[in-house]
């Protein structure tokens, strides 16, 4: 009769009707009356009161009339209560901790896949670009989607390199910073700022800017790169605008934003996009449990006594919302069936959803990875082709001069 649970239905379509209803009203088992509800008093398990029977002498010490002491078996206590925590809340903590490893794998998939993208040096890194490109649109993940798209090298750097080489020809230390040049302009494009002049899109500037927008930026980078001293003729101002239409071009002309379903394809297909669940054993408190005992009103008979707790259980990280969560006051016994159930089935309903967006993002990222594989090897076997060519021409040509 003391229970109190609150539960929010809009969030995570927590069901009020699978909590047990307010009991009907009762008759006390000794002096037979109807009572709607017992009176609960709560003792704490972490100290006790002892009221003096000599008012004087208490006045005298304390001018409360009470004296607050230690449990002297507080550590007993607490071992105790760590038992309980460990038996209710294993089993559903483990659900739990599935749901955080699950999201966790594929976080480490996409870390692992930039960190490979960072470390190549070699032709590789722009195909390793275009093969997954699909992927991080399909889980509506921009950022990444924008960090592929950016990856150097391209056809173009060589001719920005040779516009530097030419606007610092008369430079005595120009030439020597053409690599600092190149990888300004490369990190301007990669996170959406000069270093002096930042976007308001940062790293996913390129899909959510305009045609004219995005070359104007890229021209703005160009030439953020040239010093005050070199003077800005028609011809320059040319040579920049047409090298930004050629990377704009060369990066992939963006669809229109409407056209990128980034935050629809994230809510639907992103494995990341649920709270993270909280931890349940974490949030059971000491210092919320008590010992309670039920006293019926009419004649103060004891009814039940139990080891009771008043808390708020919290099922996923990060959320506030008290819609969605448990406010509890009831026996400890009784968590399984009143809070345990509930989220347990919510979370089962998440981890099985979390698993199904990763099995399909997995088969994108598999057919990305045979691309890229098969892209590769025709690159290898193109490569091997060309220097038999090579060794057939030497090859004749000696035979042609033995003759």
Known sequence: ?????????????????????????????????????????????????????????????????????????????????????????????????????????????????????????????QEISKAFLDVFHYVGDEENYNQLLMAPPHSWGNKVRKFYSEAYRNSHNGAQYLDRYMKDLATSLKNGTDGNHPSVHGRIW??????????????????????????????????????????????????????????????????????????????????DVFEGVEYCNHCGAEKSRSLMIETTFRPFSGDNDEEVAIHYLGRIQDIHTDVLSQIERIWKEQLKEIKRRVNRATKRWDAAQALLEKRLEKEEERKRQAEIAKLEEKLNSLKNNEK
Request: charged letters at 30%; aromatic letters at 8%.
């Open 206 to 287: 390129y899909t959510n800017t305009s045609e004219d927008d995005a070359k104007a930026l890229i021209n703005q980078w160009i030439n953020s790169n040239i010093s005050g001293g070199i003077r800005r003729d028609q011809f320059l101002l040319n040579e920049m605008k047409k090298m930004a239409e050629e990377i704009y071009v060369e990066l992939g002309k963006p669809e229109p934003t409407k056209k990128y379903a980034w935050e629809t394809n994230s809510a639907k297909n992103s494995p990341l996009t649920n709270l993270d669940p909280k931890d349940l054993g974490q949030q059971f408190n000491h210092g």
């Open 1 to 125: 009769m003391y229970r109190r649970l609150e539960l929010g239905d809009n969030k995570m379509d927590f069901n009020k009707g699978d909590f047990r209803k307010e009991e009907d009203p009762v008759l006390c088992v000794h002096c037979e009356s109807k009572q709607p509800q017992f009176t609960l008093l709560r003792q704490n398990l972490q100290w006790r009161e002892i009221e003096f029977q000599n008012p004087a002498y208490a006045r005298s010490v304390h001018d409360g009339h009470k004296l607050r002491l230690m449990n002297d078996n507080s550590i007993s206590v607490h071992n105790f209560l760590n038992v309980l925590r460990r038996n209710i809340f294993a089993d559903i903590d483990e659900i739990c901790k599935q749901i955080i490893a699950t999201k966790r794998e594929w976080s480490e998939r996409v870390r692992n896949l930039m960190t490979k993208r960072r470390g190549n040096r070699t032709g590789q890194t």
